[in-house]
C-alpha cells in the first residue's frame, strides 16, 4: 500500500497564479483532510471531507478550495496565490469514526509552496 | 474554542537525558488523545495514543504519555533519549463527540545532542 501520496513536493508560485494539489489514499479510508503547516502554528486544518461529495471547512478556509468526487482523491486548489499561503500542506485521511476507532491520521510527505 | 498548547517550543538534551514534554488541552467533553512525531525531512507519523482504558499509553521507540483527565494533560515521556530522537513533537486532540477535527499544538522541536 502506497498510504497517503501527495504531489508536486515543491513548487514555486508568482502572486496571482493558480494550482492545485494533489492528494489521494489507498486505504479505503472516508475521511480526507488539508492542513497547513507553519513554523511555530502547529498544524491549521483547511477543508475536511467525510466521504466522496461532501466537504466542508476547516479552520482556514479562504483562499482554498477542495472537491471530492471519489473516495481516494482530495485535490486542494489555490485561487490568486497569495504570499500568505506560503506554507508546508499535508494531505491526511483516517478511517470513519466507530467504537473501536480513534481518529487516527495517516498522512502524506507533504507539499513545500512558495508564493513569491 | 478548543485549543492544544504544549508548553515548550524548543529543547535541547544531551543523549541519555529524560524526556518530559507538556500537553494541555481545552475541551470538556470526552476525548481521543494522539502524539505525532516529525523527523527532520519526513512526514507527521504516530507516536502513541490515548483511546479509553489506562491512563498510561505506551508507544514505539519507548516513548510513554499519561492521561490526566482532571488536568485536562497528556504529558509525552521517554525515560533515555538517543540522537535519533531529534524531531519535532505534536501534541494533538479529537474531541469524540461528533466532531471530525483533529486539533494541532504548536509542536515541540526536540533537539538530541550526541
Known amino acids: 500500500n502506497a498510504g497517503v501520496t501527495q504531489t508536486p513536493k515543491f513548487r514555486i508560485l508568482k502572486i496571482g497564479q493558480s494550482m492545485t494539489l494533489q492528494c489521494t489514499q489507498d486505504?479505503?479510508?472516508?475521511?480526507m483532510y488539508w492542513y497547513r503547516q507553519d513554523p511555530g502554528m502547529g498544524l491549521k486544518l483547511i477543508y475536511y471531507?467525510?466521504?466522496?461529495?461532501?466537504?466542508d471547512k476547516g479552520e482556514v478556509p479562504n483562499g482554498y478550495n477542495v472537491s471530492r468526487s471519489t473516495t481516494e482523491d482530495f485535490p486542494l486548489r489555490l485561487e490568486l496565490a497569495a504570499p500568505s499561503q506560503t506554507s508546508v500542506y499535508f494531505c491526511?485521511?483516517?478511517?470513519?469514526?466507530?467504537?473501536?476507532?480513534?481518529?487516527?491520521?495517516?498522512f502524506g510527505e507533504g507539499s513545500r509552496l512558495t508564493v513569491l | 474554542a478548543q485549543s492544544v498548547s504544549q508548553h515548550n517550543h524548543h529543547v535541547i538534551l544531551s543523549e541519555a537525558a529524560s524526556l518530559e514534554l507538556g500537553c494541555n488541552y481545552s475541551?470538556?467533553?470526552?476525548?481521543?488523545l494522539f502524539w505525532y512525531v516529525q523527523y527532520p525531512g519526513q512526514h507527521l507519523q504516530l507516536l502513541l495514543k490515548?483511546?479509553?482504558?489506562?491512563?498510561l499509553v505506551k508507544g514505539i521507540k519507548g516513548f510513554e504519555a499519561e492521561f490526566i483527565k482532571s488536568k485536562f494533560s497528556f504529558n509525552l515521556r521517554k525515560p533515555s533519549v538517543q540522537w535519533s530522537d531529534t524531531a519535532e513533537y505534536f501534541c494533538?486532540?479529537?474531541?469524540?463527540?461528533?466532531?471530525?477535527?483533529?486539533?494541532f499544538g504548536a509542536g515541540t522541536r526536540l533537539f538530541v545532542k550526541a
Open positions: 486505504m479505503n479510508h472516508n475521511y
Open positions: 490515548y483511546f479509553s482504558g489506562d491512563p
Open positions: 494533538a486532540v479529537r474531541p469524540n463527540t461528533g466532531g471530525f477535527k483533529t486539533i
Open positions: 475541551y470538556g467533553g470526552t476525548v481521543n
Open positions: 491526511a485521511s483516517s478511517y470513519s469514526l466507530g467504537a473501536t476507532n480513534t481518529g487516527e491520521l495517516f
Open positions: 471531507s467525510v466521504g466522496a461529495g461532501i466537504t
